[in-house]
T-cell receptor
């Protein structure tokens, strides 16, 4: 079964450093997302991406965050200058289309980011 | 904004049925999902239901939707120890760009 893959599975970084989390969405999917889950808390929406641009973002997704689809397969989340409170599990997700069963959103295994 | 609430913890004996409940506030919710998260793992989509349905069955899983009360439940028949995990209820309003709002998650503990 096709799946969303993410790398790295775990990254430790120093506060203030830049981090790039990578994702390969399911190949025929058109919508891409990043979510995060701080330990013990809810899964929170960060951003959605369609047609090579951000379609919606939450208040969490400030100027320190950016997303990019540099080629036909990868979808990346960059955090420019990490803070301690950015420590979380970051989930990439994708869906085929809007409407009908295309709204089913598939998540990756997550990238656990620890900022020290 | 949208809000999704779940009880935090449920403990059942192996072989019994588990019922995990969820309430949501967005009356425009179009799609409702159940995801399973095992320790240290990602979010596995278990099942989903469209808001124009009131029940969906998939093997051991039964989803019931009461749209009037904005209540969703997941029933797991013959619960096994491998079902121990956190179960997240989630909703999406198709009017937006497919942003999914998650509940707090219910930790299911299955006692052998």
């Amino acid at each position: 079964e096709p799946e969303v893959t993410q790398t790295p599975s775990h990254q430790v970084t120093q506060m203030g450093q830049e981090v790039i989390l990578r994702c390969v969405p399911i190949s025929n999917h058109l919508y891409f997302y990043w979510y995060r889950q701080i330990l013990g808390q809810k899964v929170e929406f960060l951003v959605s991406f369609y047609n090579n641009e951000i379609s919606e973002k939450s208040e969490i997704f400030d100027d320190q965050f950016s997303v990019e689809r540099p080629d036909g397969s990868n979808f990346t989340l960059k955090i420019r200058s990490t803070k301690l409170e950015d420590s979380a599990m970051y989930f990439c997700a994708s869906s085929e289309a809007r409407g009908g069963s295309g709204n089913t959103i598939y998540f990756g295994e997550g990238s656990w980011l620890t900022v020290v | 904004g949208e809000d999704v609430e779940q009880s935090l913890f449920l403990s059942v004996r192996e072989g019994d049925s588990s019922v995990i409940n969820c309430t949501y506030t967005d009356s425009s919710s179009t799609y409702l999902y159940w995801y399973k998260q095992e320790p240290g793992a990602g979010l596995q989509l278990l099942t989903y239901i469209f808001s124009n349905m009131d029940m969906k069955q998939d093997q051991r899983l039964t989803v019931l939707l009461n749209k009037k009360d904005k209540h969703l439940s997941l029933r797991i028949a013959d619960t096994q120890t491998g079902d121990s995990a956190i179960y997240f209820c989630a909703e999406m309003n198709s009017g937006g760009y497919q942003k999914v709002t998650f509940g707090t998650g219910t930790k299911l503990q299955v006692i052998p």
